[in-house]
T-cell receptor, first 110, second 111 residues
Framework: RKEVEQDPGPFNVPEGATVAFNCTYS??????FFWYRQDCRKEPKLLMS???SGNEDGRFTAQLNRASQYISLLIRDSKLSDSATYLC???????????FGTGTSLTVIP | DADVTQTPRNRITKTGKRIMLECSQT?????MYWYRQDPGLGLRLIYY???????NKGEISDGYSVSRQAQAKFSLSLESAIPNQTALYFC??????????FGPGTRLLVL
């Protein structure tokens, strides 16, 4: 079983739409959770950390459900510039390793 | 200037050749990582290091070796390259609390 699983998509949505991505992780002792964004042929960049109480950064909202071992990312009012691959990332309880989902592809259409 | 740099950015080599990919960082982080990315497989950890004297194998270390020459430098070597090592390679650093910062990547093609 993979450490982190994501729906690969692709998600094709019109500008202004709201889109949600989901991610599950297998290690119940995982401590830290992140969403990264990766543009085509570029390096992943941190979008936001995910906190237990949920957190918001502008149009982006991240949620964590430890009981279900589930992480989500909600993007409101999608922009063309949001088109990218979104990676779910989990850090182990020891902090030693990061586990990456395969990514969810988003294309925002004019 | 970029905080994490990788050289070369692109490399074409032949089967059996030895090559080295280099990574340097100016972030002052102790932890450094090497990943490879393949379509549909996501990023997979090759090796990681928590300081100059600490080297650890990751998920897919076979066929690779690393050297941590200094806090700021972490090199990845392919002793005898094979075609299935064709991939996009990323170096990353992290600090505490754990957040990873990636270099721009090296595209490697093994013929």
């Amino acid at each position: 079983r993979k450490e982190v699983e994501q729906d690969p998509g692709p998600f094709n949505v019109p500008e202004g739409a709201t889109v949600a991505f989901n991610c599950t992780y297998s290690n119940s002792a995982s401590q830290s959770f992140f969403w990264y964004r990766q543009d085509c042929r570029k390096e992943p960049k941190l979008l936001m950390s995910v906190y237990s109480s949920g957190n918001e950064d502008g149009r982006f909202t991240a949620q964590l459900n430890r009981a279900s071992q589930y992480i989500s990312l909600l993007i409101r009012d999608s922009k063309l510039s949001d088109s990218a691959t979104y990676l779910c990332v989990v850090n182990t309880n020891t902090g030693n390793q990061f586990y990456f989902g395969t990514g969810t592809s988003l294309t925002v259409i004019p | 200037d970029a905080d994490v740099t990788q050289t070369p950015r692109n490399r074409i080599t032949k089967t059996g050749k030895r090559i080295m990919l280099e990574c340097s960082q100016t972030k002052g982080h102790d932890r450094m990582y090497w990943y490879r990315q393949d379509p549909g497989l996501g990023l997979r950890l090759i090796y990681y290091s928590f300081d100059v004297k600490d080297i650890n194998k990751g998920e897919i270390s076979d066929g690779y070796s690393v050297s941590r020459q200094a806090q700021a430098k972490f090199s990845l070597s392919l002793e005898s390259a094979i075609p299935n090592q064709t991939a996009l390679y990323f170096c990353a650093t992290s600090d505490s609390p754990p957040t990873q910062y990636f270099g721009p990547g090296t595209r490697l093609l093994v013929l």
